[in-house]
């Protein structure tokens, strides 16, 4: 089937060293993003890539960075962890080309700072 | 600045009935809005969505209603069947754009 996958499930990290989550598609979709969710909160849009161009939301802290080296992977990088930076990470992929089309989600990556 | 808010954390119903989820936006320029479903565990599922230029989106037992003059959408599920116990997110994004604001969520628990 094709799908989305995030590796780890679960990370730990300690405060301030920099953690990488992973993200895999295989339905060879363009558009690629990541989210952050809180605990009962909605997910927030950190950025996206639509193919190699990168969009970052303009309230995404420096400390989040993101790279895509192929349509399959994305990745996100958090170069100093702080407390407030653990949440779910969800990365989503979508195909763009076509109006209105869902995005498609993985499940997800939960991120505990040390 | 919540531009999509779900007003509702929880929502109990009985099997058999009918479950109604609400969702209110701000932003006028929203014309597309998706419903996705999650199980704990996993990541939101796409479940059904409707264009701004429709009012009424049907697919089986779910239906999503748009009345934009009252920036409201409301999805039903119609009978409440118990694997239907999930997290419900409200989500919207304008023309041409990416960007999917998501509501905080609603979660719906159907009693057997």
């Known amino acids: 089937d094709a799908m989305v996958i995030q590796n780890p499930r679960y990370q730990v990290t300690q405060f301030g060293k920099p953690v990488t989550l992973s993200c895999s598609q295989t339905?060879?979709?363009?558009?690629m993003y990541w989210y952050q969710q809180k605990s009962s909160q909605a997910p927030k849009l950190l950025f996206h890539?639509?193919?190699?161009?990168?969009?970052n939301e303009a309230d995404t802290p420096d400390n989040f960075q993101s790279r895509r080296p192929n349509t399959s992977f994305c990745f996100l990088d958090i170069r100093s962890p702080g407390l407030g930076d653990a949440a779910m990470y969800l990365c989503?992929?979508?195909?763009?080309?076509?109006?209105?089309?869902?995005?498609?989600f993985g499940d997800g990556t939960r991120l505990s700072i040390l | 600045d919540q531009q999509v808010k779900q007003n509702s954390p929880s929502l109990s119903v009985q099997e058999g009935r009918i479950s109604i989820l609400n969702c209110d936006y701000t932003n006028s320029m929203f014309d597309y809005f998706l419903w996705y479903k999650k199980y704990p565990a996993e990541g939101p599922t796409f479940l059904i969505s409707?264009?701004?230029?429709?009012d009424k989106n049907e697919d089986g037992r779910f239906t999503v209603f748009l009345n934009k003059s009252a920036k409201h959408l409301s999805l039903h599920i119609v009978p409440s069947q118990p694997g239907d116990s999930a997290v419900y997110f409200c989500?919207?994004?304008?023309?041409?754009?990416?960007?999917?604001?998501f509501g905080a969520g609603t979660r719906l628990f159907v009693k057997a």
């Open positions: 890539y639509y193919d190699k161009d990168f969009n």
């Open positions: 339905l060879n979709h363009n558009v």
């Open positions: 409707i264009s701004s230029i429709k």
């Open positions: 989500a919207a994004r304008g023309t041409g754009g990416f960007k999917t604001i």
């Open positions: 989503a992929t979508s195909r763009a080309g076509t109006a209105n089309q869902p995005q498609h």
